[in-house]
């Protein structure tokens, strides 16, 4: 399962999100915005709080990186 940390504004999660549906992925989406046991959860993953965090398997990913995501999801 992929799990996506967000905010509603924030052009790189709409990218990331958009990512994700077109290659039929299925996420779970943690708006830290309005969340804030997400927001902690997503600082003690990635000690960031910039957004997107991507967390998939064990692996988290602070940012939109297309071609790391997709790698790691095993896309082509």
Same mark, same amino acid.
């Given at each position: 399962? @992929? *799990? =996506?940390?967000?905010? $509603? %504004?924030? =052009?790189?999660? !709409?990218?990331? !999100?958009? +990512?994700? &549906? &077109?290659? %039929? ?6 708006? @830290?915005?309005?969340?804030? #046991? /997400?927001? !902690?959860?997503?600082?003690? !993953? #990635?000690?960031?709080?910039g957004? $997107? @965090?991507?967390? =998939?398997?064990?692996? =988290? +990913? @602070?940012? +939109?990186? *297309?071609a790391?995501?997709? &790698? /790691?999801?095993?896309? &082509?």
């Open positions: 399962m @992929v *799990r =996506i940390y967000t905010t $509603p %504004n924030c =052009i790189y999660c !709409k990218l990331a !999100k958009d +990512f994700l &549906k &077109k290659n %039929n992925i299925e996420y779970q989406e943690l708006n @830290v915005g309005e969340d804030e #046991s /997400a927001l !902690k959860e997503m600082i003690d !993953k #990635s000690h960031q709080l957004v $997107p @965090v991507i967390e =998939i398997g064990k692996e =988290i +990913f @602070v940012g +939109f990186n *297309r790391e995501i997709a &790698k /790691a999801l095993d896309l &082509k």
